[in-house]
Structures are given as C-alpha cells and as structure tokens.
C-alpha cells in the first residue's frame, strides 16, 4: 500500500479500501466468505479475528505484533511480492 494514506480519514480511505472490499467486509457481523472482516484491525493480533486464518499469519499473530498502518503496508507489500513472484515461476513453467 504505497499510496500514504492517513488511517481516520474516511474519503481518502474509501478508494483505497474498495481494492480489499472483494474479500473484505468492515461493518459489524459482516463477513465476506474468503477474507476476515477488517473492522477494529489496527490495534487487532494478528490471525485472531473470528476466521480461519492460514498457519502462517496466526504463527506471525502469536508472535505478538498488531495491525498498525504500518504493519500492514508491509504485509501487503509482502503479498504482493509473494504473488508476482509466484505469477512469474508459472510462466517460467510454461
Ligand atoms: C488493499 C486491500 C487489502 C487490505 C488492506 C487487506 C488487509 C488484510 C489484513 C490486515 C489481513 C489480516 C487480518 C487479521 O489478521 O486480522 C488480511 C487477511 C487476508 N486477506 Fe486481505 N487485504 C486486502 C486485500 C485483499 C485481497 C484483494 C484479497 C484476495 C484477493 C485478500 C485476501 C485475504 C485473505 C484470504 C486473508 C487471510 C489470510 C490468511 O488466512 O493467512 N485481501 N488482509
């Protein structure tokens, strides 16, 4: 998440968020079938939330940090990184 965005300000958030809306609900009890619910996330353990997280982010949950800005622009960061790099062995394989 490169864009600078400051996290209580709703207008600039809204454009940003609607790349998450897809997997991610915010309102309360709201849930999307294949991502957590991100209301209340900073300030949040990581994996703790009310869904079944992978191991990897619970293990990264019970190492103690919390979503902060952040923190979280360097999990996305991470992801996306990951994913590139994933999209890229497949074409190698192909
Ligand atoms: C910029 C937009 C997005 C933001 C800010 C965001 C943020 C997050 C955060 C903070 C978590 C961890 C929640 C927690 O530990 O309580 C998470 C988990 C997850 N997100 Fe997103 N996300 C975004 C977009 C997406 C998109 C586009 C997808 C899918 C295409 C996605 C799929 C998931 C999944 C599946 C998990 C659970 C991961 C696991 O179990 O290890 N997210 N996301």
Known sequence: MSEAFT???PVQGEPV???????HAIEAGRTRPN?????????R???TADYSFGDS???VGEAGPV??????????EV??????RRLARRACET
Not at 35 to 43: D, K, Y
Not at 79 to 84: D, K
Request: one cysteine or more; proline letters at 7%; aromatic letters at 10%.
């Open 45 to 47: 353990q990581a994996g």
């Open 7 to 9: 996290p209580d300000d």
């Open 35 to 43: 991502g957590p619910n991100l209301l209340g996330v900073f300030g």
């Open 57 to 59: 982010l619970v293990e």
């Open 79 to 84: 992801r996306q990184h990951s994913s590139r």
């Open 67 to 76: 979503w902060t800005p952040e923190t979280m622009g360097v999990y996305l």
């Open 17 to 23: 968020f609607r790349k998450c809306s897809s997997r």
